[in-house]
């Protein structure tokens, strides 16, 4: 299985950003996939779940602001950044976890991760 972010960079605030994580190795048919970020300091925290049939799940500080996407055809998962802010600024990860279940933030268990990719927000 293998996670590859890209899409990261250097934004002005109010800027935005395509985050993209092509993955391969495990089944489209039932996945949860996610996005997390961290920030130098402090504790990593999750931005968004995505399930297989496309239900998102939100964390409040990006709610309005970020959406999340997957596309079957190119197994690639997005995240849409608008409006940033500079505390949004962190290494980007997504995640994946091969059986769907519980697809809740907070809920569901990451069997995969990928390397990262650096946002910053000035």
């Known amino acids: 299985v293998q996670l590859v972010e890209s899409g990261g960079g250097s934004v002005e605030s109010g800027g935005s950003l395509r985050l993209s994580c092509a993955h391969s190795?495990?089944?489209?048919?039932?996945?949860?996939m996610g996005w997390f970020r961290q920030a130098p300091g402090k504790e990593r925290e999750e931005v968004v779940a995505?399930?297989?049939?496309?239900?998102?799940h939100y964390a409040d500080s990006v709610k309005g602001r970020f959406t999340a996407s997957h596309d079957n055809a190119k197994n690639t998962l997005y995240l849409q950044m608008n409006g940033l802010k500079v505390e949004d600024t962190a290494m980007y990860y997504c995640?994946?976890?091969?059986?769907?279940?519980?697809?809740?933030?907070?809920?569901?268990?990451?069997?995969?991760w990928g390397q990262g990719t650096q946002v910053t927000v000035s």
């Open positions: 190795g495990f089944s489209t048919t039932s996945y949860c």
């Open positions: 995640a994946a976890d091969s059986t769907g279940i519980d697809c809740y933030l907070g809920s569901w268990g990451q069997d995969y």
């Open positions: 995505i399930g297989s049939d496309g239900t998102t």
